[in-house]
């Protein structure tokens, strides 16, 4: 079934080449489309395109197909073009003539528009949710590890005194950052294109502000035609959303993989976590944290093929924008994936104590011992030069007590500042008045 066909059939090669994967990733939006169509219809009834007796039968059938969506028995037939065509189709079949008359005052153009935002917000608050879980994990190890110190570097060179709490703190904080990110992705998802048509809007007096409401939108994309242009530019914000978390999610793999190494020895894992070698029986592999780091690497070229696949293109919809799906609905699993796996991962994580006990870390205290110097009068540059003079004569001795107190460093964490930063963003979502609309929407 296809909505928009006459009395012409379509090539069966032509077919296949246009539908592509749709009905396969379609299914992840048949609930944002019985939703939107739920919305829709309630606002063709108050402008008097649905009498009350079609939109009773109309919200009826809806809400059971959200229900069958819900159940996991909702599939798209193989002549069927796409989940629009499927829900009015099914409806139509269960109704009667009531289910054709749903399509009034919109388009797929549209339908598509408002699918993908529902759809992107249920993502975005799965995303936030694993993020606050591995937020968790890493502030309650920065405090349980707080006074374990380990080498710092720069240019992979040992550097100054570092702790396991700074070390999990960071990529604490740096999630506070990557939600921020995904925020602005949430305030753009978070308008309304519904009854923007085809891209020109509509000669029914459609009340958008009140599908708006529905829907539990902030506001409209106001300009029928923006609504439209905003289809790949949504996708691509979100994208960098994403990829921030990804880019911390990476690094923070690729320090594990280091600092597991047997010239590392910071840190282990149960042996039941790791996997071995075929020949060489001493060998403990981080292979979920390669796999990590690998999977966050690719969603980080996201924006990128994203950017790439819409350069250029003129304003109006194009179906160039269909392959959009292919490559951003399975980062969303891809990325929950590895937010989930790593928290689990960190919840089992054995740290070394008294790592810089090892003569070979004595010169990380070297700025320590040049700072004592200046505390007691002498100038820093004098100071600084006495040092590096005793370590290059070989008479350095290091002063092995770490004394920071500033915000931030060592001693002086600000976790729990950190802790309230995060919280702040997060609240700053809104999902709960999100749902409670979806679920006035579906109840009433």
Known sequence: MKIWQKNTDVNSFVESFTVGNDRE???????????????????????????????????AGLKLLYGEVMAGKFTIDEHVEDVHSQVELLLTNRIGDAGKKIHSGRSRNDQVLVDLKLFFRMEIENLVKNTEAMFERLITLSEMHKSVLLPGYTHLQIAMPSSF?????????????????????????????????AGYGSSFPLNRRMTTALLGFDDLNYNV??????????????????????????KLAMDVCLYMNQNFSFITFPDHLTTGSSIMPHKKNPDVFELVRARCNKIQALPNEIALMTTNLPSGYHRDLQLLKENLFPAFRSLNECLEITAFMLEH???????LDDSKYDYLFSVEVVNNEVLKGVPFREA???????IEEGTFKPQKE????HEGSIGNLCNAEIQQA??????????DRVN?????????
């Open 384 to 390: 600084y030069r006495n040092i590096g003079l005793s």
């Open 25 to 59: 990733l379609d299914l992840q939006l048949a609930a944002a489309d019985v939703l939107g169509s739920l919305a829709h219809t309630r606002m063709l009834h108050h402008i008097g395109l649905l009498d009350a007796e079609d939109l009773a039968s109309v919200q």
């Open 402 to 405: 770490v004394n920071h107190t």
């Open 436 to 444: 409670e609309a979806l679920k006035s929407l579906l109840e009433s």
């Open 225 to 250: 035609v923006y609504a439209q242009m905003g289809r790949g530019k949504t996708e691509r914000i979100l994208a960098q959303g994403m990829s921030a978390i990804a880019a911390t999610l990476a």
């Open 422 to 431: 995060f919280e702040h963003v997060v609240s700053g979502f809104g999902f």
């Open 349 to 355: 994580i054995r740290i070394s104590n008294n790592i």
């Open 165 to 197: 709490g700074l070390w999990f703190g960071a990529y604490a904080e740096g999630l506070v950052d990557d939600l921020e990110v995904l925020q602005a992705a949430w305030k753009v998802c978070n308008k309304n294109p519904l009854g923007s048509a």
